[in-house]
């Protein structure tokens, strides 16, 4: 079965330092694979997507993800955190472009100022 | 441009009583799914539209839970009768089919509480 794993709760990183939120994934084929930023009381904002190219990725507000076939992963990164980074991020995967959307379970990223 | 609106955000009923939630897509966007969220966890596919034509409910707890998409724009997700299970956000997202995948662009959710 296809799953997305995000294997932090939560990430603590100071402003101004480089922050990665992890994830993994299992999807059969050439996997479609996405990150979504949810700030309180608002819906999901896309940050960008991975579908082929390019194994670095970049997204919205100065986000990258990195894609390794091998590893199996696209982890979020960001050189410099901002307080205003502080949500909860989801990463997603899909085995086609019409197939559904599976999420993880979502990682809370806490920047300190 | 206008996003996804969804209504109630929030509703508080009692067990075994009805509930309905209702979404409109951005306009021009011909998919329209509703997902539900619960608490600590990323949001899992209720059903997807196509236009009118529901072509993946496979996880809609048919017992209980129904879906319409009548002129294929508004939809509405519906509960009948709740349980205290079903406590959680309800989402709704459209996307359009053009380009090399149909991005989707979320609402602000319902939050549900069953008591």
């Known amino acids: 079965a296809q799953s997305v794993a995000q294997p932090e709760d939560q990430v603590n990183v100071a402003e101004g330092n480089p922050l990665t939120v992890k994830c993994t994934y299992s999807?059969?084929?050439?996997?479609?694979l996405f990150w979504y930023v949810q700030y309180p009381n608002r819906g999901l904002q896309f940050l960008l997507k991975?579908?082929?190219?390019?194994?670095l990725v970049k997204g919205s507000y100065g986000f990258e993800a990195e894609f390794n076939k091998s590893q199996t992963s696209f982890h979020l990164k960001k050189p410099s955190a901002l307080v205003s980074d502080s949500a909860l991020y989801f990463c997603?995967?899909?085995?086609?472009?019409?197939?559904?959307?599976?999420f993880g379970k979502g990682t809370r990223l806490h920047i300190l100022p | 441009e206008a996003g996804v609106v969804q209504s109630p955000r929030y509703k508080i009923i009692e067990k075994k009583q009805p509930v309905a939630f209702w979404c409109n897509p951005i306009?021009?966007?011909?998919?329209l799914y509703w997902y539900l969220q619960n608490l600590g966890q990323g949001p899992e596919l209720l059903i997807r539209?196509?236009?009118?034509?529901?072509?993946?409910d496979s996880q809609l707890p048919k017992d209980r839970f129904s879906a319409e998409r009548l002129k294929g724009v508004d939809s509405t997700l519906k509960i009948q009768p709740a349980e205290l299970g079903d406590s959680a956000v309800y989402l709704c997202?459209?996307?359009?089919?053009?380009?090399?995948?149909?991005?989707?662009?979320f609402g602000p959710g319902t939050r549900l509480t069953v008591l």
């Open positions: 997603a995967a899909a085995m086609n472009r019409d197939d559904k959307i599976i």
């Open positions: 306009s021009g966007h011909n998919t």
């Open positions: 991975y579908i082929t190219g390019d194994n």
């Open positions: 997202a459209s996307s359009s089919m053009d380009g090399d995948y149909n991005e989707q662009f």
């Open positions: 999807v059969s084929g050439n996997p479609y």
């Open positions: 539209y196509e236009n009118e034509e529901a072509v993946d």
